[in-house]
């Protein structure tokens, strides 16, 4: 069974640029989460999705925003970088039944020149 | 609104050794808690869950957590380090009425000696 897949892997970007990140969840998972993740702030969640619908947001500005499709498949989108943006992003699957875990992928990690 | 606290940034042990992990918590509502671990340049990995049930719960690699509500504490522990198990380690909460909201706390390097 495939496991939470993220692309790209690494990206480098400059200031004022948009990005765009990719998650695919382990199959039959109808939820995914996207959490971001630096030295200072640690791990903060973002938003979280299930049937193409975001359910939670966390505390992060407009400029980051994200969708899910109809497969699932998600992804999340930060418009006008800035330094600060850099960081590992990371994307989880979940079933949404019960007393579920959340299955991390891999990362992304955003670097902003 | 629950929160999570991890006393220790960095934890060193000699091999064989005892690993403890600090997790405090707080929690308006019965809370459910996970320990997960991340190794370099890696996702998140879960080691165990508490989710009502046992108040020991076991999780793999011969990690274990207890419940202690009255201490409002789910510290990890295993009782001999190996050096596989340096990673960095961290607790969380659930947000309370949506499984994919988790609330970290700053993570615990743990670091095992020879």
């Known amino acids: 069974k495939a496991g939470v897949t993220q692309t790209p892997r690494y990206l480098i970007k400059t200031r004022g640029q948009q990005v765009t990140l990719s998650c695919s969840p382990i199959?039959?998972?109808?939820?995914v989460s996207w959490y971001q993740q630096t030295p200072g702030q640690g791990l903060q969640f973002l938003f979280e999705?299930?049937?193409?619908?975001?359910?939670n947001k966390g505390n992060f500005p407009g400029r980051f925003s994200g969708r899910q499709f109809s497969n699932s498949r998600s992804e999340m989108n930060v418009s006008t970088l800035e330094l600060g943006d850099s960081a590992l992003y990371l994307c989880a699957s979940n079933v949404w039944a019960g007393a579920n875990v959340l299955t991390f992928g891999a990362g992304s990690r955003l670097t902003v020149l | 609104a629950q929160s999570v606290t991890q006393l220790g940034s960095h934890v060193s042990v000699s091999e064989g050794a005892l690993v403890l992990l600090r997790c405090n918590y707080s929690s308006s509502v019965p809370p459910y808690l996970f320990w997960y671990v991340q190794y370099p340049n890696q996702g998140l990995q879960l080691l165990l869950k508490?989710?009502?049930?046992?108040?020991l719960v076991k999780g793999i690699n011969g990690f274990e957590a207890e419940f202690k509500k009255s201490e409002t504490s789910f510290h990890l522990t295993k009782p001999s380090a190996h050096m596989s198990d340096a990673a960095e380690y961290f607790c969380?909460?659930?947000?309370?009425?949506?499984?994919?909201?988790?609330?970290f706390g700053k993570g615990t390097k743990l670091s095992v000696k020879p």
């Open positions: 999705y299930f049937s193409e619908t975001q359910r």
């Open positions: 969380a909460v659930s947000a309370g009425g949506s499984q994919g909201n988790l609330i």
């Open positions: 199959s039959g998972h109808r939820s």
């Open positions: 508490y989710t009502s049930a046992a108040t």
